[in-house]
C-alpha cells in the first residue's frame, strides 16, 4: 500500500518543514487543519502547501494551488479620503497662524 503522505513539496524537495505541529484532528486520516495548511497523514500533520505557497496537496499529489480571493477595496477610498482631508485640514491650520502671525505686523 503506498504511502499517502505528502512528498518532500516541489518548491524545496524537503521532507517536512520545521514547524509546529497543530492539536490533534481526532485520528482520522485524509483531514485538512481548521485553517487548511496542514493535512493529517493518519500517524502525523504535513504541510498542505509548499513553503513559496505555489503548491498544494491535495491527498495524493501537489497540484498547483489556487489564488486566494480578493481582498476587498473598499477600505482604500476611505484611506485616501482621510490623507487628503488631513492635509487640507494642516493647510488651513498653518494658513490662520500665518494670518495671526503677520496681522499685527501691518503693512
Do not use: C
Request: hydrophobic share 45%; aromatic share 10%.
Amino acid at each position: 500500500m503506498a504511502d499517502a503522505s505528502p512528498p518532500g513539496s516541489p518548491a524545496t524537495g524537503s521532507s517536512e518543514p520545521a514547524a509546529p505541529t497543530p492539536g490533534p484532528a481526532g485520528g482520522l486520516a485524509g483531514r485538512y487543519s481548521p485553517d487548511g495548511f496542514w493535512w493529517w497523514d493518519g500517524s502525523s500533520w504535513k504541510p498542505a502547501y509548499s513553503e513559496d505557497r505555489l503548491w498544494h496537496w491535495n491527498g495524493q499529489t501537489w497540484v498547483p494551488a489556487q489564488a486566494a480571493p480578493a481582498r476587498s477595496q473598499g477600505g482604500s477610498g476611505l484611506m485616501i479620503a482621510l490623507i487628503v482631508g488631513a492635509f487640507v485640514l494642516v493647510l488651513v491650520v498653518v494658513a490662520v497662524i500665518v494670518v495671526i502671525v503677520l496681522k499685527p505686523l501691518g503693512p
